[in-house]
């Protein structure tokens, strides 16, 4: 299996192709990160890829594994990543 692509590879990448410099790309990606973290809450998107939402989780009732005793889970907020369909045709290929 072939290695994920460093912040550094995708940054020179991303300059590289709209022929700025990898500073300029690191701070693009930076920039984009930013942007993601203050408006996950209202849902951000980035079209083709996917979209951030977050999530609110009922209270529910789990299982410690250890000792299969039953507790209490409490409500939480979560953030989930939802992947666009045109990410999921592009990779997976388009289903017949």
């Not at 995708?10 to 942007?35: Q, R, T």
């Not at 998107?45 to 409490?74: D, F, H, S, W, Y």
Request: aromatic share 4%.
């Amino acid at each position: 299996m072939a290695k994920a692509l460093t912040k550094s590879q995708i940054a020179e990448e991303l300059a590289s192709s709209i022929g700025v410099s990898k500073k300029v790309g690191v701070e693009i990606l930076d920039h984009l990160a930013e942007l993601a973290y203050k408006n996950a809450k209202n849902t951000f998107t980035l079209p083709g890829i996917g979209k951030l939402v977050l999530v609110q989780r009922k209270a529910r009732m789990g299982r410690n594994p250890a000792t299969g005793e039953t507790i209490k889970i409490a409500a939480k907020k979560v953030v989930k990543f939802r992947v666009a369909k045109a990410a999921k045709d592009a990779i997976l290929g388009v289903k017949k």
